[in-house]
């Protein structure tokens, strides 16, 4: 697990000094403090940052082949590698290190560009090659690794975070206001965007050419949907269960001390059950919960860690929530409005003081329909005919009840009324359409165009298909694999998603619906295979996500920041929202009027972003 970094120079262009490469680095030492590495010569300049967890005294990188003239430089874990190398040695490959990078120096000399689809893992790669003057970018299937880069047509920078862009000289802090749109919608900046216009993220599942001042884009595997015929029930579970058996050992190599996260959940109670049946010891468990009830699952963790004996480790959030704040806004790189990111980033913190990497229970949701709003818009579906009808008379009740139940039947008579994709997006949304484009100053909303590349991406035919591939497409690796990964590396932990293996989510997406979503409950295969080790009330328990006290702490502790933030020159003078909607959102939040929690969140992170990656204010 690490951070890489690098640039190329296009053909009669300088290329920056070596201290320039040291400066991105620098900025990612919390990705690897372990180690640091950079290659330069006339036109390239690869470096990495390395948290070591598998071959710990050998696998110092960049890792070169043929002669000095491949370099190689890689944030990740392959988890296929010791298949692979038996494969490549008896090619007649001689390997010098017992690290996963080699695998990818030898397979890529051996296979070229397609070795990238014999990789399982998740990763994010960069190789130059002095012989063709050729940089290759690759990011694995679901995009658990991140990867940035900028092309200005004089040379091609690259990095992990974005923070490590900002040392490029010239670089061009150049908002892009479509983004700031996305996140404002969706609480997240949609790839192949950034919130800065000339930077572009590396799609998931593909890879990048650059020789001869161009780039070109490549995908090498598409995850298909279609139902699998003539598959019965008791097959499907023994599939799954071996899936499942074979995703968790393949992430249990390590050379270093690991555990797990556990929420409490089905997801991640599941991994710890998998983990506990192929290890030798106990599972170390982390787990976090809050004082109101209403966001504890600690007593469900718990339960789990006590049936299967791990060494479990917990902590109730009582943060300095402004600190912490600032802390996150620096480590998320982009504006991020998923307030979630607090309670993973505290977990990971805790279990840095134990473990040095973690499996988790992120992709479930995804890959086997476990989403309480996937059920919502299948309901909404099965209205058909009558949705025209069924929205006139939604409104009009909605008109005629007081308060939140108004509201929210108001809001399904609108979402009845819509058409595909925006009557699944409008009810996932963060900000509602009117909301946004008062936000913006615009007189009318424009809402989804952050996602026109990925709505490209969505198959026909069945509407949980059709949902489950935006989310598999973007809120996954925008959102929830963010999240993990840049508040775990923030605490120099590694997180390993064993849902995420490609060979059960390409089984899962394939199920017969009634096999994910069976009477009124999502992961209906998950739930009977889950039977054979879960204790039954982990298993009857509803959904609950992992979510702080937003309306709370907007009335407490982080009011003060809210109002300074909103009412500062600084904001006013931006001009990227309406600084008087912005005040009136929190005045009625404040007055109990009304809950603008996640709306004030998006808010004031999106300033503070700009503070510190605009304008270089760093935090008392």
């Known amino acids: 697990m690490c951070g890489i970094v690098g640039i190329v120079a296009a053909p009669g262009q300088p290329l920056a000094e070596e201290s320039v490469g040291r400066a991105m680095n620098a900025a990612i030492v919390h990705r690897g403090p372990d180690d640091e590495g950079i290659y330069r010569d006339e036109q390239a300049m690869i470096g990495m940052r390395r948290l070591s967890i598998i071959d710990l005294a050998g696998g110092h990188q960049p890792l070169h082949g043929a002669g000095g003239q491949v370099q190689v430089v890689f944030n990740g874990e392959i988890y296929n590698y010791r298949e692979l190398r038996a494969e490549l040695e008896q090619r007649g490959c001689r390997f010098a290190t017992q690290s996963d990078t080699e695998v990818i120096v030898h397979g890529y000399l051996e296979f070229g560009e397609r070795c990238f689809e014999r990789l399982h893992g998740m990763f994010a790669i960069a190789i130059w090659d002095a012989r063709s003057r050729t940089l290759l970018l690759a990011r694995d299937r679901f995009g658990e690794k991140p990867l940035f ?63 001869g001042g161009r780039c070109s884009l490549h995908r090498y595997w598409t995850l298909e949907f279609g139902q699998r015929a003539g598959l019965s029930e008791a097959d499907a579970e023994n599939e ?24 409490g959940g089905l997801d991640s109670s599941v ?49 300095d929530a402004v600190e912490l704040f600032e802390k996150l806004v620096w480590h998320l790189d982009e504006p991020f409005a998923d307030s979630s990111a607090i309670p993973t980033y505290l ?9 040095k990497m973690v499996l988790t229970g992120d992709g479930g949701d995804e890959a086997l329909a476990g989403y309480d709003r996937y059920l919502r818009y299948l309901r909404l579906r099965r209205l058909g005919a009558a949705r025209p009808l069924a929205a006139l008379a939604a409104r ?42 008062a936000l913006l100053g615009r007189a009318e909303p424009d809402h989804y165009r952050g996602l026109d590349a990925i709505l490209r991406e969505v198959p026909d035919g069945d509407p949980l298909d059709r949902i489950v591939a935006i989310d598999l497409h973007s809120y996954l690796p925008d959102d929830i694999l963010v999240k993990l990964d840049r508040t775990a590396m923030a605490n120099s932990l590694e997180g390993r998603a064993p849902l995420l293996d490609h060979r059960l989510v390409e089984f899962a997406v394939r199920l017969p619906h009634e096999l994910r979503v069976r009477d009124g409950r999502g992961k209906y295969l998950l739930r009977k295979v889950a039977e054979r080790w879960l204790p039954p009330a982990q298993l009857s328990k509803p959904k609950q996500g992992f979510a702080i006290p937003l309306a709370d702490w907007f009335r407490g ?51 503070s972003w700009a503070r510190r990656f605009l304008d270089g204010v760093v935090p008392a």
């Open 149 to 211: 880069y900028d092309d200005d047509g004089r040379r091609l920078a690259f990095a992990s975070e974005l923070k490590s862009l900002l040392q490029v000289p010239g670089f061009r802090r150049e908002i892009d206001a479509d983004a700031v749109q996305s996140y404002l919608c969706f609480g997240y900046v949609p790839a192949p965007a950034s919130i800065f216009a000339g930077v572009r993220k590396l799609p998931p599942a593909h890879y990048l050419r650059y020789a």
């Open 557 to 607: 502790d982080l009011r003060e920041l809210a109002a300074d933030v909103i009412g500062s020159r600084a904001f006013r003078e931006r001009g990227l929202l309406d600084a008087n909607v912005a005040a009136a959102h929190l005045a009625a939040h404040v007055a109990g009027d009304a809950d603008h929690g996640e709306i004030l969140w998006s808010i004031v992170s999106l300033e």
């Open 240 to 263: 799954l269960e071996s899936l499942l058996e074979q995703a968790v050992s393949s992430r249990l190599v390590a050379d270093v001390p690991f555990g797990a996260f556990l929420s």
């Open 396 to 437: 009009a009740g909605g008109h005629l009840l007081p308060g939140s139940r108004g509201y929210r039947l108001r809001r399904i008579g609108e979402r009845l009324a819509q058409t595909f994709p925006d009557d699944y997006l409008s009810g996932v949304a963060l900000t509602r359409a009117d909301t946004a484009a």
């Open 271 to 319: 991994v710890v059950a998998l983990m506990a049946r192929q290890m030798n010891r106990p599972v170390s468990t982390f787990s976090i919960g809050f004082r109101e009830d209403a966001f504890n699952e600690l007593s469900d963790a718990r339960r789990v860690a006590q049936h299967f004996g791990t060494d479990h480790h917990e902590f109730i959030v009582e943060p």
């Open 347 to 355: 977990v990971a913190q805790l279990a840095r003081r134990s473990v």
